[in-house]
């Protein structure tokens, strides 16, 4: 992915959206990942993602640079280095679900966690999706609407997760994979949760902005 800050014309807009598609690279390895789970390609999986986690830092750190040298930036400075960072979190979240894995040596993936990286999987699109209506925040009629797709597929997320976890308690017979599969669930939670912090931290910059 282009550095953006070798442009004379720095557009942070773009450089959030960039930022954006480091989360949606990341997604869809997991979700690739957890489709056809294989124990021995993991780590090699994790590899990958890494490397992607690795990108979006650098990217990350170039935009904060930037900003230390921007004589005016479009929006408050402090907004651009939390919204960077929030969006980067998404990343590392992604990242964690595939690390959380490996350090518990999952063997198999149940149907649940499947239908979970597929709805953070949406919702990295959606985090997309918003962060280009952003920078015509001003005009954009699609905004709102693209902020509620995130806060609603977050919702989604909470009820797995506690249909999940009522599942693990209702027959605890094993206390290690509750353990595991508590812990899985948790790593899978904070990636849609930290989603719905970008769109929230949107949709606050907007209104100080309007």
């Avoid at 070798?6 to 997991?30: G, P, T, V």
């Avoid at 904060?64 to 979240?93: M, Q």
């Avoid at 909470?158 to 899985?184: A, F």
Wanted: a negative charge.
């Amino acid at each position: 992915m282009a550095r953006l800050n070798n442009s004379r014309n720095f557009n942070y807009f773009k450089a959030f959206i960039s930022l954006s598609e480091y989360s949606l690279k990341a997604a869809d390895i997991l979700v690739k990942t957890l489709r056809d789970f294989k124990r021995e390609t993991l780590e090699e999986r994790i590899k990958e993602m890494h490397e992607i986690e690795h990108s979006a830092d650098i990217a990350k750190h170039e935009l904060i640079n930037r900003l230390a040298k921007e004589f005016l930036p479009p929006i408050e400075r402090e907004d651009i280095v939390n919204l960077s960072e929030k969006i980067d979190d998404v990343t590392d979240f992604v990242e964690d679900v595939l690390l959380n894995m490996n350090v518990f040596n999952v063997q198999y993936v149940p149907p649940e966690i499947m239908d979970f990286a597929e709805l953070i999987l949406r919702c990295t699109q959606k985090m997309i999706e918003t962060l280009k209506e952003f920078e015509n925040f001003k005009k954009s009629k699609e905004l709102h609407a693209k902020i509620v797709e995130i806060n609603n597929i977050e919702e989604t997320a909470d009820d797995l997760y506690i249909k999940g976890l009522k599942r693990l308690y209702s027959n605890p017979t094993d206390p290690i994979k509750l353990i595991i599969w508590k812990d899985v669930l948790d790593s899978l939670e904070k990636c849609c949760d930290a989603c719905e912090e970008v769109a929230n931290d949107v949709e606050n910059i907007v209104m100080k902005n309007s």
